[in-house]
């Protein structure tokens, strides 16, 4: 169960959208996610073109997603709206039909994850990002966490 789809997309909520952490999204958080995403991608360093570059993704995001999920146009998007957006537009369809605006962030939160740049994510690299986003006292949780993305035992 607790790998469920709802408890998958409540994680990604929560642990990549919500980085002020007050349980719902809102432009706010990607006002924030824009200036992470620089910072992170650029190891530090965080030019003005990058930043533009990041804030033009993550509000672009933000506008589809409230498009798509904000439903009593409320301004935020609850775990429950969040949910239903991804089943209407993301679920059954291939990763080329999915928004745009979508595959951008998804593509630059594997940027910030490939440390190295080598295009896939190993181990350590897992790791890093994990200890970064929940706090863990063992570090046999996220190893198994990353060996089950990959299906190996």
Not at 13 to 39: E, K, M, P, Q, T
Not at 88 to 117: H, T, W
Request: net charge negative; charged share 25%.
């Amino acid at each position: 169960m607790a790998s469920s789809w709802d408890n998958r997309v409540a994680f990604v909520v929560r642990y990549l959208y919500d980085i002020d952490c007050n349980g719902y999204l809102d432009a706010h958080d990607f006002h924030c996610l824009a200036l992470r995403s620089c910072v992170l991608e650029g190891k530090g360093e965080c030019s003005k073109a990058r930043l533009q570059k990041y804030q033009h993704i993550m509000l672009s995001l933000w506008e589809e997603i409230a498009q798509m999920a904000d439903f009593d146009k409320d301004g935020i998007v609850t775990v429950d709206e969040f949910k239903q957006a991804v089943m209407n537009c993301c679920v059954g369809r291939r990763y080329e039909d999915f928004p745009q605006a979508m595959k951008a962030f998804i593509e630059s939160n594997f940027r910030m994850i490939d440390l190295n740049s080598d295009g896939i994510l190993a181990l350590e690299e897992y790791r890093y990002d994990c200890v970064q986003r929940i706090v863990l006292e063992d570090i046999k949780i996220i190893d198994e966490a990353y060996y089950s993305l990959l299906n190996v035992s």
